[in-house]
């Protein structure tokens, strides 16, 4: 009985080595993994930072534009208003031109 007892107890040993060896394997890829999951979220980190910078950019641009724009259509009105008032004074040279004219053919006769 004895020998039968030691023999029961050394094969449990030996599954109990396999299990523990079983466990270190399952630990070491779950570390492995571990490490992969974070070198893979420290990738992410830095392409959500890169990609934060560029739509940083593209706002900044877009708003340098519509700057950009805002000061074209003010310069576009103050061109309008200047070409109505460089017309406006035409209109009175000519005036002023017949005017004399006018009174110039008087004095003349």
Same mark, same amino acid.
């Given at each position: 009985?004895?020998?039968? #007892?030691? *023999?029961? $107890? !050394?094969? *449990?040993?030996? @599954?109990? /080595?396999?299990? !523990?060896?079983?466990?270190?394997?399952?630990?070491?890829?779950?570390?492995? %993994?571990?490490?992969?999951? $974070?070198?893979? &979220?420290?990738? +992410?980190?830095?392409?959500? $930072? %890169?990609? /934060?910078?560029?739509? *940083?950019?593209?706002?900044?641009?877009?708003?340098?534009?519509?700057? !950009?724009? &805002?000061?074209?259509? #003010?310069?576009?009105?103050?061109? @309008?208003? &200047?070409?109505?008032? !460089?017309?406006?004074?035409? %209109? +009175? @040279? /000519?005036?002023?031109? /017949?005017?004399?004219?006018?009174?110039?053919?008087?004095?003349? *006769?």
């Amino acid at each position: 009985r004895r020998g039968t #007892s030691v *023999q029961v $107890a !050394l094969q *449990q040993v030996e @599954v109990l /080595e396999m299990q !523990l060896e079983r466990a270190r394997m399952d630990a070491t890829i779950d570390a492995a %993994r571990s490490g992969q999951v $974070a070198r893979e &979220a420290a990738a +992410k980190t830095v392409l959500v $930072a %890169r990609l /934060e910078r560029k739509i *940083q950019s593209l706002e900044d641009r877009l708003e340098e534009n519509a700057s !950009l724009e &805002a000061a074209s259509v #003010s310069a576009s009105r103050r061109c @309008v208003v &200047a070409e109505e008032a !460089l017309a406006a004074l035409e %209109r +009175k @040279v /000519e005036t002023l031109t /017949e005017e004399v004219g006018h009174k110039a053919s008087g004095l003349s *006769q």
